[in-house]
Every structure is written in C-alpha cells, then in structure tokens.
Antibody, heavy 120, light 108 residues
Framework: EVQLLEYGGGLAQPGGSLRLSCAASGFTFTDYVMNWVRQAPGKGLEWVSL????????YYADSVKGRFTISRDNSKNTLYLQLNSLRAEDTAIYYC?????????????WGQGTLVTVSS | SYVLIQPPSLSVAPGKTARITCGGNNIGSKSVHWYQQKPGQAPVLVVY???DRPSGIPERFSGFNSGNTATLTISRVEAGDEADYYC???????????FGGGTKLTVL
C-alpha cells in the first residue's frame, strides 16, 4: 500500500523558516517524481515544487522561487521542503504528491498534508 | 503563465449527469488531469491524460479534451460524488504545474 506521510508543519513567524518532510513507502521511490502542493484555508490547490526521481532537476512556482528548496534523500525514501523567508500568504496545508516520470506530470498519490501557519 | 478556468459551482440531481469544464488556451494540445477532493481529505486522482482512469475509479467518471475546453463527466451522479473537482496540466513552456480554481459539485 502506498503511503505518504508529511510532518514538520507548525507555527512560524513572518520571515522565519520551517522544514517539511514526507516519508514514502509502498512504491519504488526513485521511479517517481515528487511534488509539494499547497492549499490555503478555504482556497484551491496550488502547485509549489517538483523534483525528479534522481533529484537532479527541480522546478518551483514563481510565488516561492528563491525562498523554498525541494530535495529528496532516496536512501531514506524521504522528500523535503525547506521554507525560508516565510510570509503570511504561505499559510496553507502542504501536501506531498508522487507522480510518474512522464512529459506532462500528474499526481497519482497524495499524503494527508501538514499545516503551516505563518503569523506573529 | 498558463491559466485554467473552471466554473465555481455546479448542482446536479442524483442519477443525472454532471459535466465540469476546464478552459484554457489550446488546452486540447495538453494532457489534462482531474482530482476529486472531499472536505477534510487529500485530493484523489480520478482521470489522467484526458480520459484514462486510475484503478479503483468507477467507469462513471470520464474525460474529454479538445480545442479550448476539457470536460470531466460524471454519469449517474451519487451523493458520494459531492466534492470539489480540480483540473490540472503541466505547462511544459514554463515547467510549472497549473491547477484550475476548482468546481464545487453539489448533489441535490
């Protein structure tokens, strides 16, 4: 059974940092690209970042580029998102999502999400 | 950046057919994927690559994509289909994922 378990969310101050993690199991981790997708309270889904199976390629939404860093440790089947210079508008549930290595990515498996709240 | 437009809401009676649209410039040239999200839950992929269904998704869910509009069709709607539905594409020109704003499906 595929499982994605996010953790590391919580309360952070504006300008502060957090590190999110996503532990994967039930599938061959390196065969999948991994993503972070977020959802602000009462709002829609927003794609945040993608990392290739090897970790050699990364992509970011314009809203987080230069502030967030995606990475993965394939020896630990774990995905990360380092959030720096946090803003109030970064408040959201952050989901990790796995998808196949195709040209036009989609997201087959999702975790239950971890809540990030940015407030003073 | 690429934009996907969905109607905010749609209401359908049980047993009828729901058609949820997703508009985008020449979206027919892209692969469109659809997700269902029920309150308090993570999204679930229901259609990928315009019209394919993941295992476990009922045949009542189907998709079509042409021109400037993609459509998710839910036949014989049930109370359990009440949810938010999102379309999604990967914009290869910018290497960005893009979601539509979502459509709230209400089963009357």
């Amino acid at each position: 059974e595929v499982q994605l378990l996010e953790y590391g969310g919580g309360l952070a101050q504006p300008g502060g940092s957090l590190r999110l993690s996503c532990a994967a199991s039930g599938f061959t981790f390196t065969d999948y690209v991994m993503n972070w997708v977020r959802q602000a309270p009462g709002k829609g889904l927003e794609w945040v970042s993608l990392i290739s199976g090897s970790g050699g390629s990364t992509y970011y939404a314009d809203s987080v580029k230069g502030r967030f860093t995606i990475s993965r440790d394939n020896s630990k089947n774990t995905l990360y998102l380092q959030l720096n210079s946090l803003r109030a508008e970064d408040t959201a549930i952050y989901y990790c999502a796995a998808g196949p290595r195709v040209n036009e990515y989609h997201f087959d498996y999702w975790g239950q999400g971890t809540l990030v709240t940015v407030s003073s | 950046s690429y934009v996907l437009i969905q109607p905010p809401s749609l209401s359908v009676a049980p047993g009828k057919t729901a058609r949820i649209t997703c508009g985008g410039n020449n979206i027919g040239s892209k692969s469109v994927h659809w997700y269902q999200q029920k309150p308090g839950q993570a999204p679930v992929l229901v259609v990928y690559d315009d019209s394919d269904r993941p295992s476990g998704i009922p045949e009542r869910f189907s998709g079509f994509n042409s021109g400037n509009t993609a459509t998710l069709t839910i036949s014989r709607v049930e109370a359990g289909d009440e949810a938010d539905y999102y379309c999604q594409v990967w914009d290869t020109s910018s290497d960005h994922g893009v979601f539509g704003g979502g459509t709230k499906l209400t089963v009357l």
